[in-house]
């Protein structure tokens, strides 16, 4: 059985580790002429195109014959659709076929979604791509906050959320661990819809990625309409919950946790709920060419990223839409690839028994 501690142990570590340690190849595999397509299996709207058309033209000017990349769209099933194509076409050897997932595509793999037909395994990693998020609330409310939600679980909760086992999994169960009685709205079609249901009073709790929160949170915050609450977290060297980088002022759910009377930082539940924070957040979205593709391949598309990690200007580039977290190469993305896509049986069967006795969702 792998030790899940273990694993996240060692995905924080790697993530630290140096560019140094990534494999260089000692001929770059050259693409001059080709036109490199990078799928993700969702719609051009998304947070996840976001990423990919941000990284597409920097992988243009950092591969070998400076190729065309071009970002497809392949979106369907809450993602596994595009993930069962890209399983099908593990033949694609030549370079021109990389393919992007997210949490999304990661929770419905280790959910055992019988919608799955891809594995993990079969894939080579070359870019793990982590972040946050940041739950808040509206001022009547967040004046009741104090660093725990005791004062709060008898209030009456509507959160906007797009499916109990999207990547809403981890806010859900992070409310039902507080004690908090949530009522959620099940439909929505992306967290900008559930931002939009705060906005209007529909929903009193919210939570938005760090890009989301930046761009369209901050500014209510500022206005006095929402005050932030906390935030997941981030991993240390050690595999540690710590506050998020980007909001160091903000307290981690596992603060908030510790704090709120009957919310545990150890035990099943604890352990399912890093698991899915793990997958969704701390190693959210991974870039991968087909298992057939050559170690040469995979050493080039590793340098390309390393060296599009260290240009000058990424971090004032990258800083809207990735943020401060870790974008890791080598044996790094391996590290976040393992830990992104391993849960243990009992956290498992733990989640499972949840969703089907407090949404009657089953996954047959």
């Known amino acids: 059985m792998i030790n899940r501690h273990t694993t996240v142990r060692g995905l924080a570590a790697a993530f630290a580790a140096t560019t140094a340690l990534a494999a260089v190849p000692a001929v770059a595999a050259d693409l001059s002429g080709k036109t490199i397509e990078y799928v993700i299996p969702f719609s051009e709207s998304g947070g996840s195109a976001a990423w990919?058309?941000?990284?597409?033209?920097?992988?243009?000017?950092?591969?070998?014959?400076?190729?065309?990349?071009?970002?497809?769209?392949?979106?369907?099933?809450?993602?596994t659709e595009g993930a069962n194509?890209?399983?099908?076409n593990q033949n694609k050897?030549?370079?021109?076929?990389?393919?992007?997932?997210?949490?999304?595509?990661?929770?419905?793999?280790?959910?055992?979604?019988?919608?799955?037909?891809?594995?993990?395994?079969?894939?080579?990693?070359?870019?793990?791509?982590?972040?946050?998020?940041?739950?808040?609330?509206?001022?009547?409310?967040?004046?009741?906050?104090?660093?725990?939600?005791?004062?709060?679980?008898?209030?009456?909760?509507?959160?906007?959320?797009?499916?109990?086992?999207?990547?809403?999994?981890?806010?859900?169960?992070?409310?039902?661990?507080?004690?908090?009685?949530?009522d959620p709205v099940f439909g929505v079609e992306g967290r900008g819809d559930g931002r939009?249901?705060?906005?209007?009073?529909?929903?009193?709790?919210?939570?938005?990625?760090t890009s989301a929160y930046l761009s369209n949170v901050?500014?209510?915050?500022?206005?006095?309409?929402?005050?932030?609450?906390?935030?997941?977290?981030?991993?240390?060297?050690?595999?540690?919950?710590?506050?998020?980088?980007?909001?160091?002022?903000?307290?981690?759910?596992?603060?908030?946790?510790?704090?709120?009377?009957?919310?545990?930082?150890?035990?099943v539940a604890w352990d399912a709920w890093k698991a899915f924070f793990v997958s969704g957040f701390a190693a959210q979205k991974l870039v991968y060419l087909p298992g057939s593709a050559s170690q040469d391949l995979v050493d080039t598309y590793t340098a390309a990223f390393d060296?599009?990690?260290?240009?000058?200007?990424?971090?004032?580039i990258s800083g809207?839409?990735?943020?401060?977290?870790?974008?890791?190469?080598?044996?790094a993305a391996q590290k976040a690839n393992e830990a992104a896509t391993t849960i243990t049986p009992e956290a498992k069967q733990y989640v499972l028994d949840w969703l089907e006795e407090a949404y009657n969702v089953t996954l047959d």
């Not at 941000?54 to 099933?77: I, K, Q, W």
């Not at 981030?234 to 710590?242: K, M």
């Not at 809207?320 to 190469?329: D, H």
Request: with cysteine.
């Open 196 to 209: 939009l249901m705060f906005e209007r009073g529909e929903a009193n709790i919210d939570y938005q990625t």
């Open 93 to 182: 050897d030549d370079g021109t076929l990389i393919f992007g997932t997210s949490g999304s595509t990661q929770f419905p793999y280790l959910l055992g979604d019988p919608r799955v037909r891809y594995e993990y395994k079969d894939w080579q990693v070359v870019l793990a791509s982590g972040t946050g998020g940041v739950v808040y609330l509206p001022p009547e409310l967040g004046e009741k906050f104090d660093g725990d939600f005791d004062d709060l679980k008898e209030e009456f909760f509507l959160y906007g959320s797009q499916g109990a086992t999207t990547l809403d999994l981890v806010p859900l169960l992070a409310f039902k661990m507080l004690g908090l009685q949530v």
């Open 320 to 331: 809207e839409t990735l943020g401060v977290y870790p974008q890791a190469t080598g044996a």
């Open 307 to 316: 060296a599009v990690k260290a240009r000058e200007d990424f971090k004032e």
């Open 52 to 79: 990919a058309n941000f990284y597409a033209p920097l992988l243009s000017d950092a591969l070998e014959g400076n190729p065309t990349v071009v970002v497809r769209y392949r979106p369907g099933a809450g993602s």
């Open 218 to 267: 901050q500014p209510l915050v500022d206005d006095g309409i929402a005050v932030p609450a906390f935030t997941w977290g981030a991993l240390d060297d050690d595999g540690n919950i710590v506050r998020d980088p980007t909001f160091p002022d903000l307290p981690s759910f596992k603060e908030v946790c510790e704090a709120t009377e009957g919310c545990e930082t150890e035990g």
């Open 85 to 88: 194509w890209f399983q099908s």
